[in-house]
């Protein structure tokens, strides 16, 4: 069975960095692009990065301004990602999800809230 | 940017309704689109890709169609379970999903 965890949301003040971390099992990990998603309290989803399956293409939403990194350790079957100087519009929970054959995304963890207040 | 929308943008309906949902992108994405259903409190679950393939462990009544700019998502006779949110999202140029459609029981 694919299972996603995600772990590391939290309150952060403005500025502030988080590291969100997403731990897979129940699959050839090192097979798959991944994905991170987001949801703002109450609106809609917004795709935020994708790494392919060994790292070689990466890519951000473009409202991230570079504030973002994706990263994987397919050694440890974990996606991670660094977040810096958050801002308020940066709530939201936090998605991982897997991307079959890099655009459909078949499974997907149970969510990490990220709270950006002072 | 390929923009997304959907409308409605929420619907009520009674159980064993047709529901439509239809999804418009800002330029052509030929079938480059899936479709999500989220629950209130869930993650989002995968429906349909590529615009008309269900699926696995999908029921029939749910459908898709579209190529284009132009796309619908159906549900052939609405269920108690079927009560979510709905987002098409479009994988032409990395990715992106419509505002959603609440669907609710009338």
């Known amino acids: 069975e694919v299972q996603l965890v995600e772990s590391g949301g939290g309150l952060v003040k403005p500025g502030g960095s988080l590291r969100l971390s997403c731990a897979a099992s129940g699959f050839t990990f090192n097979t798959y692009t991944m994905i991170w998603v987001r949801q703002p309290p109450g609106k809609g989803l917004e795709w935020v990065s994708s790494?392919?399956?060994?790292?070689?293409?990466?890519y951000y939403a473009d409202s991230l301004k570079g504030r973002f990194t994706i990263s994987r350790d397919n050694a440890k079957n974990s996606v991670l990602l660094q977040m810096n100087n958050l801002r308020a519009e940066d709530t939201a929970v936090y998605y991982c999800?897997?991307?079959?054959?890099?655009?459909?995304?078949?499974?997907w963890g149970q969510g990490t809230l990220v709270t950006v207040s002072s | 940017d390929i923009q997304m929308t959907q409308s409605p943008s929420s619907l009520s309906a009674s159980v064993g309704d047709r529901v439509t949902i239809t999804c418009q992108a800002s330029q052509d994405i030929s079938n480059y689109l899936n479709w999500y259903q989220q629950k209130p409190g869930k993650a989002p679950k995968l429906l349909m890709y590529?615009?008309?393939n269900l699926e696995i462990g999908v029921p029939s009544r749910f459908s898709g169609s579209g190529s284009g700019t132009y796309f619908t998502f159906t549900i052939s006779s609405l269920q108690p379970e079927d009560i979510a949110t709905y987002y098409c999202?479009?994988?032409?140029?990395?990715?992106?999903f419509g505002p959603g459609t609440k669907v609710d029981i009338k």
């Open positions: 590529d615009a008309s």
């Open positions: 999800a897997k991307a079959r054959y890099g655009y459909y995304f078949d499974s």
């Open positions: 999202q479009q994988y032409e140029n990395h990715f992106t």
């Open positions: 790494i392919s399956s060994q790292s070689n293409y990466i």
